[in-house]
C-alpha cells in the first residue's frame, strides 16, 4: 500500500506563487510516475502536471509556463511550483501515484487526500 501526502495549500493573491509537495511512503513499491490533478467546484478533475521516474514531463495546457512539477526519486516526492496564479487555479489539488509491486508486478494507481488552493482577485 503506498500513501500520499500532500502539503502546501493555501491563500494566495492573484500573480502570487505556492509549491505544493507530495510525499509517497510505504514500501515495496516502484514509482513508475507522479502527478497533479486539480477539480474546482461543479467541474471535472483536470491533469495539472505528470512526470515520470526519468524527469520527462506533461503539462495541462491552462498551466504551461506557469507551473513547472519536479521529482526528488530518492525521497519520492514530487513537487509543484505554481507561479503567476489567477483566481481560475481555484481548485482542490490531487498528488497522483502510477505505481508497480516490486514483489507481484502489479499496478497501482494512489490519490492524496487532496490540498486547498485558493486565488484571490
Known amino acids: 500500500q503506498v500513501r500520499l501526502v500532500e502539503s502546501g495549500g493555501g491563500l494566495v493573491q492573484a500573480g502570487g506563487s505556492l509549491r505544493l509537495s507530495c510525499a509517497a511512503s510505504?514500501?515495496?513499491?516502484?514509482?513508475?510516475?507522479m502527478a497533479w490533478y486539480r477539480q474546482a467546484p461543479g467541474k471535472q478533475r483536470e491533469l495539472v502536471a505528470e512526470?515520470?521516474?526519468?524527469?520527462?514531463?506533461r503539462y495541462g495546457d491552462v498551466v504551461k509556463g506557469r507551473f513547472t512539477i519536479s521529482i526528488d526519486n530518492v525521497k519520492n516526492t514530487v513537487h509543484l511550483q505554481m507561479n503567476s496564479l489567477k483566481p481560475e487555479d481555484t481548485a482542490v489539488y490531487y498528488c497522483?501515484?502510477?505505481?508497480?509491486?516490486?514483489?507481484?508486478?502489479?499496478?497501482?494507481?494512489?490519490w492524496g487526500q487532496g490540498t486547498q488552493v485558493t486565488v484571490s482577485s
Open positions: 512526470i515520470a521516474t526519468d524527469s520527462s514531463t
Open positions: 510505504g514500501s515495496g513499491f516502484r514509482i513508475n510516475a
Open positions: 497522483n501515484a502510477d505505481t508497480t509491486d516490486v514483489y507481484s508486478a502489479r499496478a497501482g494507481d494512489y
